[in-house]
DNA sequence: CGCGGTATTGAGATTAGTCAAGGATTGTGG
DNA sequence: CCACAATCCTTGACTAATCTCAATACCGCG
């Protein structure tokens, strides 16, 4: 279960097999969310939810009563991580579909960071990867409905391979359309209209709870999809980094 | 010079005078950088930009040739930071207005933050910033054109005021109605329109170059403005943080 | 088999974009 | 200090994208 998990961390840099241990041992008795639900209710800021299975998602309901996701949590996520307390408290993390969620011990990921160099940096390097991420829907919203779908197929896409829940050119993806509306910020019929649009290019059709990439780099191309804002390289080794024991270090 | 940039970096917590001194010292021989230019040409990874004053801007040219800008670069600013090198390659740094910009030695900035633990918590608390109002300027591209310009108002007044750049209501901004666009990812000639709608309705008025904010409450009820995610209260007591020598404690 | 949620489609309303023109403002050089 | 150029602002008319409402079809599940 913790397979994802580790996998995504590993993208930081290497993780020495000690540290690796203790990552897989966070994830111990996992619990289950079900469907539409949230997973951290009230103010429970000593625990790190992480996602081990399932899709959830980071998001805000507005005035008008609508919803806006700004993130999907995929398996292997840890969520609100740094955002609890002061901030991001506004934000709220749903399970999407039924989930299985471990709520890590704040404290106990502190002791791994002050303890691990590994960790400290995989950890880093998961927070400025949300950032990267983030913007780069702001940079989505400004595009057309289609091409807005059409790039976060590609980012679904890309980012399940990481996690051996997407092949070459599809992914299961158990979420209504509706779900999808609110992550691109336009209505679920709107969605519908568009999904019907890449089916009739050609490009990507969705039946069956899967996804399926008719055209891969057709897609990329067409949503402007550069998955280099997921930060698949990691650290990389050309970024100074005084010490391990600095997390800052590895991202500056 | 460096007044914005204490002023900000002290909302993470407090500095000590050494720390303050060690701030100050940085931003010594900046350099004018006029409207409209980049202020980060070529790859210069090695080096990160803080403006001292000016409006500046995060911004990707999308396909279509428009522009959007990720978020908006104030005096006291320390740009790209955490995003350089193989985070945020695709982001650019610009110029709105005339700038004046120090370019801070990355290394420098290494040091220091290994050195002095005020200083490794405040970068902390500015990158965990920055994440927090990407998200929140995702929520606001939900909202209709005219909510959402009154939020970036409410925005800017709040982040001005924080650095003695806008009074109770009212603040310079000589930046064009065409930048504001790019902003909100909407056309410049709408930005005008809604302008005026906000004017009608006696919430804002925006000419010689200031925006004065008529209504301050009713605007911000208006733009759903809740100022939690500029996350001023800092890292906050109630945080664990088990060593201000990691800096991940700070915020997590 | 029937029910509840979801998907699909159409028609009309609304929001926002584009194009185009004229007016205002700013900056510059004489 | 003025004239000019350039940019920006403002507005109107039209177009395009998207939303809302509503009806029907589909599907999984009990």
Known sequence: MAYAFLRKLERAGPLTDEERIELQNLTLNPRPVSARQDIVTGDAVDRVPLILSGFACRYKVLQAGNRRLVSFALPGDLCSMHDAGTFGRDLRLGALTSCSVVDIP???????????????????????????????????????????????????????????????????????????????????????????????????????????????????????????????????????????????????
Not at 136 to 153: M, Q
Not at 173 to 189: C, E, H, T, W
Not at 205 to 215: A, E, M, P, Y
Not at 238 to 248: E, V
Request: net charge neutral.
């Open 106 to 252: 704040r404290s106990r990921l502190m002791e791994l960071i002050s303890t691990y160099p590994g960790i400290s940096r995989a950890l880093w390097w998961v927070t400025l990867r949300e950032l990267s991420r983030a913007r780069e829907w702001i940079v989505n919203d400004t595009r057309p409905a289609e091409k807005r779908l059409a790039h976060l197929l590609c980012e679904l896409l890309t980012c399940l391979q990481l996690i051996d829940l997407a092949n070459e050119n599809s992914f299961k993806f158990p979420v209504s359309q509706s779900d999808v509306a609110d992550a691109l910020g336009i209505s679920p019929v709107h969605v519908n209209r568009v999904l019907r649009a890449l089916r009739t290019s050609g490009l990507a059709t969705w039946s069956n709870q899967r996804i399926t990439i008719l055209d891969v780099q057709g897609l990329k191309a067409f949503g402007e999809f550069d998955p280099g804002y997921l930060c698949f390289e990691g650290c990389g080794a050309d970024m100074p980094m005084p010490s391990t024991q600095r997390p800052l270090a590895c991202a500056s």
